[in-house]
């Protein structure tokens, strides 16, 4: 054990208290290749044309609401995100909030990147520079591959797609799978252009609308993990199962005089097409991600849209689908593990919930191993629009397990052995088998 790193061992390891962990659950929780089932990560050369690349980039998701949250004015936040504010003003608005902040686990996250990818242990004044640097230099074709696979260990990331309105089609696919995105369909106005755009179908009633749809998912099916739908983001997740007639006549209604159509009508075409999304899901075999619980970014936070047992009647009306709810619904994660427990179409997916309250993470996956069946759970999903966060996140994310198999095993609640064999399951097998991942992958990683 001598040669093992300081956070293999449980010693110590950056600013947390030294905790027990078994290095032998550590090792070979560290060892496992993972499925990432939730990022938002661009393609390389989406990346790579980037400007403006320097540290406050890799604070830039996530971390950013932590450093408002601790009472950084938004204007400072603006211009620390601007590409050409110089680097001493920015490390200058940054440096009070991130040592008001640097606490949390968002930040953590980047931390543990800087320290492990850019090889610097402390960040300040003149740090910021060098790494500004070590990451300019670094960045050349290859470093996405580098980051998620040969330095955090993922096979695969599936990738929900900020950049396209439904589905990105044009991926690396030795890395990366997509998600169909479904949200637009939730909102209003409808992307009727983009539907149009994508499928050729002309959408002039209620009809081509439900056939583009059914085009975008056969086009699209073949390739996707799952579909995903966010829009807890600005709605209630009661979805109405409205009358296929209901829907027509207010959609029709909407295309001659869309300014008389007023919310409750937005909602009925909304909920009668996430009925219909879930209903081509089934018969494509892909899974349904949905974002539950807790809401990126500060300041508007309505907890009434994000309580998960909100979508209870699709889980009774589609026992055949297979659903998947994100974010453990902090902070509602009892609900999720109801759910998880009694429904046997509800899947659960741990991504972003390791950053969003470390401690509640360890405390839920252990809370999920007795009480639900440990083949419904996706432990990771890093939730990233760029590799270096991921990295740090999984990083913590192995830790927490570890430490949840550790406390299990001393318990005597399972053997070393099973532990070994659900942190597997969690992170890499599982996925494997709910999203038809060997049906579907066209290539294997290098
Ligand atoms: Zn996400």
């Not at 509800?346 to 252990?366: G, T, Y």
Request: aromatic share 10%; hydrophobic share 40%.
């Amino acid at each position: 054990m001598a040669n093992l790193p300081d956070w293999q061992t449980g010693r110590s390891w950056l600013s947390l208290p030294v905790m027990k962990i078994d290095p032998e659950l550590q090792q070979a929780v560290d060892a496992i290749r993972v499925i990432d089932t939730h990022e938002h990560q661009e393609e390389e050369s989406a990346r790579l044309a980037r400007k403006g690349f320097d540290f406050a980039w890799l604070f830039e998701q996530y971390a950013s609401h932590d450093l408002v949250s601790a009472g950084m004015p938004d204007d400072h936040l603006q211009q620390l995100l601007k590409e050409d504010v110089p680097l001493d003003r920015k490390w200058t608005l940054f440096e009070p909030w991130y040592h008001a902040s640097r606490n949390t686990a968002y930040i953590k996250a980047a931390e543990i990147a800087i320290r492990d990818l850019y090889g610097i242990d402390e960040l300040n004044a003149s740090t910021a520079v060098e790494l500004t640097e070590r990451m300019q230099s670094r960045n050349k074709p290859g470093i996405v591959k580098w980051i998620l696979q040969s330095e955090a260990g993922i096979d695969l990331a599936q990738v929900n797609a900020l950049d396209t309105t439904f589905f990105r089609k044009d991926t690396d696919r030795s890395v990366f799978m997509q998600d169909i995105g479904v949200v637009s369909l939730l909102g209003w106005p409808l992307p009727l252009k983009q539907l149009t755009e994508e499928t050729g179908i002309e959408i002039k009633e209620f009809k081509h609308y439900v056939e583009a749809i059914d085009a975008l998912f056969d086009s699209c099916a073949p390739m996707a993990d799952a579909i995903k739908q966010q829009s807890a983001y600005f709605r209630a997740q009661r979805f109405e199962d409205v009358p296929d007639d209901d829907a027509a006549r207010v959609f029709n209604e909407a295309l001659k005089n869309p300014d008389r159509i007023d919310e409750q009508q937005q909602t009925v075409i909304q909920d009668w097409g996430f009925h219909h999304c879930v209903q081509q899901s089934i018969k494509h075999d892909l899974p349904i991600k949905i974002h539950t619980g807790y809401k990126a970014g500060c300041n508007y936070m309505d907890v009434e849209h994000i309580k998960p047992t909100k979508l209870t009647n699709v889980f009774l009306k589609y026992p055949d689908a297979r659903f998947d709810l994100f974010h453990i619904g902090y902070p509602y994660q009892e609900e999720v593990l109801a759910l998880a427990k009694h429904f046997r179409n509800v899947h659960v997916d741990m991504c972003w919930a390791w950053i969003i309250d470390w401690h509640a993470s360890i405390r839920f996956f252990k809370q999920y191993l007795t009480a639900v069946p440990a083949n419904k759970l996706f432990a990771f999903g890093g939730d990233y629009v760029i590799a270096e966060p991921a990295y740090g996140h999984l990083k913590l994310a192995r830790r927490g397990i570890a430490r949840a198999l550790t406390e299990l095993v001393e318990d005597d609640y399972f053997t070393k052995q099973q532990a070994i064999q659900v942190a597997s399951m969690v992170l890499r097998e599982n996925a494997i088998e709910n999203f038809r991942i060997d049906k579907k992958r066209l290539t294997t990683p290098a």
